[in-house]
């Protein structure tokens, strides 16, 4: 194995434990017992896992049904609805054969497996849904706003969270749930807005979920945001097995990860570690109603 695919080592535990709001471990190696007990040594001692897909919201719950520090958040991703209306011929379908187009049957479908899955006691979230404006052309937005819809819709029936994917789309998803009339409990999740938006954002109680790439030198618009976010909105995600944060981007994330981040965030708010990962534990568990 290569340095720069071998797992970065356990950083220094958290003074407080706190909670990785939002990771994917069907996408990361080894098993659920192994992230966990790792996350654990160091303060990490609550996950909300996140579906994608169907599969993935299956797993998310079944998963969560047998670990009692593992939260489940179900969705059809924001690139995930115009696969299903659209199809995807060079995707990777069953079989790596790419989907078929399925039209808006197909979506009404899916959502209805959502809403079922939205209403077991151990899924605390609909998530992540939103708008993806970097992967999905204007082809596909329609699909995809009319599941960000249906999302906020199952959220607010089932009274959970929301949790908002939002990829170059930031006016189109606030103007969103501006329409609908957002849950109670929003996160963004991995934001990726700026100072003026996390004002906006504040300004309407939503969460604002902080990943590893709040680290990197190039992004000081995220830790701008995090300057001005109202310490009782913020939260700490991995995003895992993406944005690794610095030192060690580019090789794989996981739960056990997050104290970087965190060390990360205290600092860009000049406070201890202590007194942010004790916000970050009681507003992830206010968020996610655990």
């Known amino acids: 194995m290569s340095a720069k695919d071998a797992p970065p080592p356990l950083p220094e535990p958290l003074p407080v434990a706190v909670a990785d709001s939002h990771t994917h471990l069907d996408m990361q190696s080894g098993t659920v017992e192994e992230a966990l007990t790792k996350a654990g040594l160091v303060g990490v001692e609550t996950v909300v896992q996140v579906g994608c897909d169907l599969k993935g919201s299956h797993w998310a719950a079944e998963t969560a049904a047998r670990y009692a520090n593992v939260h489940a958040a179900v969705a059809l991703h924001p690139n995930e609805a115009p696969r299903i209306v659209l199809g995807d011929p060079g995707g990777e379908g069953p079989r790596g054969r790419g989907r078929e187009a399925g039209g808006d049957a197909a979506l009404d479908d899916a959502l209805a497996e959502i809403d079922r899955l939205a209403a077991l006691d151990h899924v605390k979230a609909v998530g992540e849904t939103g708008l993806d404006h970097f992967r999905t052309g204007p082809e596909g937005r329609q699909a995809q706003e009319r599941s960000f819809r249906a999302h906020i819709e199952i959220a607010k029936r089932h009274g959970k969270a929301l949790v908002i994917h939002d990829r ?77 944060p610095a030192p060690y981007r580019g090789r794989p994330n996981a739960p056990y990860l997050v104290p970087i981040t965190v060390r990360a965030m205290a600092a860009v708010r000049g406070i201890g570690e202590e007194a942010m990962a004790t916000a970050i534990a009681e507003n992830t568990a206010r968020a996610f109603d655990y």
């Not at 930031?170 to 004002?199: I, K, N, Q, W």
């Not at 939503?206 to 990943?211: D, I, L, N």
């Open 168 to 244: 170059e789309a930031h006016d189109d998803v606030l103007r969103v749930l501006a329409e609908e009339g957002a849950p109670e409990r929003t996160v963004f999740h991995c934001y990726s807005g700026d100072a003026d938006m996390a004002r906006i954002c504040a300004e309407h109680g939503y969460y604002m979920s902080f990943a590893g790439n709040v680290t990197f030198k190039n992004a000081q618009p995220l830790r701008d945001a995090l300057a001005v976010a109202p310490l009782e909105l913020v939260l700490v995600e991995t995003d895992a097995p993406f944005l690794t």
